[in-house]
């Protein structure tokens, strides 16, 4: 099962669940298939809220459930914006989710938490030295959104010890991908310079060309997912894991590396820090360790190759909102 598989993370994970042999069902309250009309006929879909248990569980043994992928939720801007409807959907969802799980005897669940968990990281993680981030550090979350993530981790990590479930968390690093640009474009350099450089469009930033950042394309996070479910369970523990390229890349490199793919594009970027203006604290690099060695997880992207796929992606996107 995948909540939010009809989102923009969803349809990459269904995606790849669907090319190593899984089949996914898909719930979501959105009804279209934006998307996923590549995969749509692969597989099923039920529109249901996340929040309603008896229909979760009706799922669940329709379709014969032995796995859940929790990507149903709020993000972005929205989460601050509706404080009440964030904590309604992104932490009673993600219990209703471990909920059905135990009741249903679904042993395995994992959902995606976020970089955001750790923001600000302490100053030697920072500019200029970024030592990687390992997922034991003291947490302080300051955003909702982030707060949110963290309160599900703990939940996650109750359900886990007390039900034998066996559930695991990814915490993914600055995420970019089509789909959603119009929603976040505007607070991030990474989506809207890629767009810009697909469709031929000058453009210019005038500060934070210095700034170095950890990505974490959709794909990779679909990764991160395909890898936990590749992997043994170990049921009645939560487990954490950082999730991203594991490579530290600036902005202007990545102007550059976008140059490079698309001659004659034309972009200018200023010098300087903090291009989302989030704080310093919020740019570092994540350790990929523990995922490496108890998951397996090895990054697939590099900013080059989720740029391309990115582009490729957004015409294709284009192309079937054109035909609608
Ligand atoms: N892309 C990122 O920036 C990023 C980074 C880290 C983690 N995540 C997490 O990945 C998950 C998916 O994010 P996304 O970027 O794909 O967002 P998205 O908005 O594209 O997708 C979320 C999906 O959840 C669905 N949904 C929302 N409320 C629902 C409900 N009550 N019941 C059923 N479905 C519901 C939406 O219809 C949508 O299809 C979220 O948990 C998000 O926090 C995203």
Known sequence: MVTGGCGMVGAFVCRGLLSN?????????????????????????DAADVRDLPRLLEIAKAHKVDAIIHLAGLVGPDVERHPWSSIQINLL???????????????RVSFPSSKMVYVPVPERHRHPTYD?????IALSPQKL?????RTNEDLASHYASTYGLDVVAL???????PGKAGRFSITNPVMSMIEAAAAGTPYQVETGGDQCDDLCYSGESANGFLAVLGSAPRHGHFRVYNISHG????????AETLQDM???W?????PGLDYRNYGLGAYFRMSLKKASEEIGYRPKFDFRLAAADYIETQRRLNKSRSNR
């Open 21 to 45: 042999g899984y089949e996914p069902v898909v719930v979501d309250t959105r009804t279209d298939r934006l998307l996923v009309t590549d995969i749509a006929q692969h597989c099923a879909f």
């Open 93 to 107: 969802g993600t219990v209703t989710v471990l909920e059905c799980a135990r009741l249903a005897g679904i042993a």
């Open 132 to 136: 990687p981030v390992p997922e034991d």
């Open 145 to 149: 959104y982030a707060k949110l993530k």
């Open 171 to 177: 915490r993914f690093g600055s995420a970019f991908a």
């Open 247 to 254: 490579e530290l890349v600036s902005l202007r490199q990545m």
């Open 262 to 264: 698309i001659p004659g």
């Open 266 to 270: 034309r972009v200018e970027i200023g």
